[in-house]
T-cell receptor, first 111, second 113 residues
């Protein structure tokens, strides 16, 4: 059973455009929702995270939108740049525990 | 560099051999996690430690896998009698107690021939 479903699997966006990646979860015990960015050959790096007491969180060009009733959350990357080309993973965690990751989205930002 | 470090970065072994990986967490991080990532997939949880105590193990962690954190600092992950299906990136992460954020190391890529 896949507890965190992520889409799309891959995404191509023009430089300056908006990249949108979506995730859905099933376990209502999840209460922490991070997004990680991973470059080839590197470990995942935390990008931005949200708790369900807020519906949106923005840090620079990155925004998480959270819909608790729909059990969905999404990452928006504004003004996408070629340096943003990477694989993005959503994840979820209940309490201070272990992360359950989505399958990842490979983002390519074309110049 | 004060991040999570992992050694070796790459390991190639033959089927049936034993391998051991090491993870050095960020200093003073009490929690240490092991995840496995196969090609095209997200990381999957294997096990985690609070100081030297192993608190949880995934059912993915077969009896060929063993992890230790003897002094509550670095950790080792050993795989006995490796199989081709063990080929993956093994990621280590650490966090302070009562913190959401897990900081990942660069991983050890295992190839079993």
């Amino acid at each position: 059973q896949q507890q965190v479903k992520q889409s799309p699997q891959s995404l191509i966006v023009q430089k300056g455009g908006i990249s949108i990646i979506n995730c859905a979860y099933e376990n209502t015990a999840f209460d922490y929702f991070p997004w990680y960015q991973q470059f080839p050959g590197k470990g995942p790096a935390l990008l931005i995270a949200i708790r369900p007491d807020v519906s949106e969180k923005k840090e620079g060009r990155f925004t998480i939108s959270f819909n608790k009733s729909a059990k969905q959350f999404s990452l928006h990357i504004m003004d996408s740049q070629p340096g943003d080309s990477a694989t993005y993973f959503c994840a979820a965690m209940p309490g201070y525990s272990t992360l359950t990751f989505g399958k990842g989205t490979m983002l390519l930002v074309s110049p | 560099d004060t991040g999570v470090s992992q050694n070796p970065r790459h390991k190639i072994t033959k089927r049936g051999q034993n391998v051991t990986f090491r993870c050095d967490p960020i200093s003073e991080h009490n929690r240490l996690y092991w995840y496995r990532q196969t090609l095209g997939q997200g990381p999957e949880f294997l096990t985690y430690f609070q100081n030297e105590a192993q608190l949880e193990k995934s059912r993915l962690l077969s009896d060929r896998f063993s992890a230790e954190r003897p002094k509550g600092s670095f950790s080792t992950l050993e795989i006995q009698r490796t199989e081709q299906g063990d080929s993956a990136m093994y990621l280590c992460a650490s966090s302070p107690t009562k913190s959401d954020t897990q900081y990942f190391g660069p991983g050890t890529r295992l190839t079993v021939l």
